[in-house]
């Protein structure tokens, strides 16, 4: 039998296909990193500056449906 040690070492851990595409969708066009969290129905946002995240706030819905997300969007200002 193997150890939970074994199993989870050998296991390939990847970030969800919307944390990619956020992420690059404002560096491609913002030129700024971000973080991008999950929670069970949302995606917060966080950005380094209160004008960014006013500039998100007002593109929300085109963010949304450039990215595809089907979850709560919530822009924070900070990482």
């Known amino acids: 039998m193997n150890s939970l040690q074994e199993i989870l070492g050998a296991k390939k851990f990847e970030a969800p ?22 929670q069970r129905e949302t995606v917060v946002v966080g950005v380094p500056n ?22 709560k969007l919530v822009i924070r200002i900070g990482y």
């Open 17 to 38: 296909s919307e944390m990619k595409t956020i992420s690059d969708y404002i560096l491609k066009r913002y030129k700024t990193k971000s973080v991008i969290k999950l």
């Open 50 to 71: 209160s004008a960014l995240a006013a500039t998100l706030r007002l593109e929300q819905q085109s963010l949304i449906d450039a990215c595809g997300l089907t979850k």
